[in-house]
């Protein structure tokens, strides 16, 4: 019997088994978490480390010259934080505010030394509170003094305003992880025009449960958000079919790293620009952009709407969230009935092959 006693056998021997822990689709797979995860840190940081106000729609009630001249002294504030228009009277104000006209309204007494400023919590008490610190430092500088009405508060069961951003981040949530898991547990399996439909058709009911779930569980049951209940299901339903439906069409696009992609949609990049930890004018210009555009964004505007301003100014958000669902449904059977035509075409053979 012979012993062979290489010098490279512990190396080649400990090679190989870094090769089969970590595969090179492993390698891959890896390399594309760590880079989402520092896109997650630069999106979230980037979006919510240095709040400032940014054209902050503000109405002002006065008579018509004192109006005037604090429209004035408030579009030329360092920096442009309000976007200040003169209003005719209180009632408008506060008709602007439940409608998301504006964010919040500067009623100036010409009698006396105490104004008054109208704000709605239930949009984001971050805001007002930047509103509120803002007009009292320039009301101190002229004497005055100011007192804050808030004309839609939010429920004292919603800290800090953010039931309606959580709960559209849990049906996001429930949105992706659904589609990709209907993918991920069929393995290799060819994308068919079948498995698509009645994939959608699940995403669809999955949507319904959901919608309805979170509606009651933010409402009656924790009793942390107001609003319609049927209005919550529905919008609910549809954020949670509407990223579903996305995710469906990435995956059929670009296989599992379209789960990647679904996640740097709806959680690196919809997620931070909801307007939900920082109302949409405390953003950074590309957050506050964006925003309104994805599927998180257009949710809690929905959601606070319905919850706070009676459902007013939804129309928008509900588009966009439909506009996500349609494209998903189109993309995810276009991708499969294009797949299932590649493998229906006749192989053509070579004479060698023969």
Not at 56 to 68: F, K, S, T, W
Not at 78 to 96: F, K, S
Not at 292 to 299: D, Q, V, Y
Not at 317 to 328: F, K
Request: aromatic fraction near 4%; hydrophobic fraction near 50%.
């Amino acid at each position: 019997m012979t012993q062979t006693t290489g010098a490279d056998s512990p190396r080649t021997s400990f090679l190989a088994e870094v090769k089969d822990a970590v595969t090179p689709r492993a390698t891959v797979l890896v390399t594309g978490t760590v880079a989402l995860a520092l896109l997650f840190i630069a999106s979230y940081v980037g979006a919510l480390h240095d709040p400032k106000p940014k054209s902050v729609p503000l109405g002002v009630v006065a008579p018509e010259v004192a109006a005037q001249q604090a429209v004035t002294r408030l579009e030329n504030l360092p920096d442009d934080p309000l976007n200040p228009r003169a209003l005719p009277d209180v009632a408008t104000a506060r008709d602007q505010i439940l409608n998301r006209e504006i964010d919040g309204a500067l009623v100036i007494d010409p009698a006396g030394t105490t104004d008054t400023l109208l704000v709605a919590t239930g949009a984001g008490r971050a805001l007002a509170a930047t509103l509120e610190a803002l007009v009292a430092t320039l009301e101190r500088s002229e004497a005055r003094t100011l007192r804050t009405l808030d004309v839609a508060p939010a429920d004292r069961q919603d800290a800090n305003g953010l039931t309606s951003f959580y709960v559209v981040v849990g049906w996001c949530v429930g949105g992706y992880l659904c589609a990709s898991i209907m993918t991920i547990s069929s393995g290799a399996r060819r994308l068919t025009l079948r498995r698509s439909v009645i994939r959608l058709i699940v995403m669809g009911l999955v949507a319904i449960v959901a919608g309805l779930g979170g509606a009651l569980i933010a409402g009656p049951i924790l009793g942390a958000l107001p609003g319609s209940i049927a209005a919550l299901w529905g919008v609910g339903a549809l954020i949670v079919f509407a990223v579903g439906a996305a995710t469906l069409a990435c995956q059929a696009l670009f296989g599992l790293a379209g789960i990647g992609l679904a996640i740097l949609l709806v959680v690196i990049l919809g997620n931070p620009s909801a307007g939900g930890a920082l109302p949409p004018p405390l953003l950074p210009p590309f957050w506050r952009d964006i925003g309104p555009a994805l599927p998180p964004g257009a949710g809690t505007w929905a959601t606070r709407s319905i919850a706070y301003f009676k459902g007013n100014d939804t129309t928008d958000s509900l588009l966009v969230l439909s506009a996500w669902a349609a494209a998903g449904i189109a993309i995810t059977l276009l991708a499969a009935a294009m797949r299932g035509k590649e493998s229906t075409k006749p192989q053509v053979t070579t004479p060698a092959e023969t």
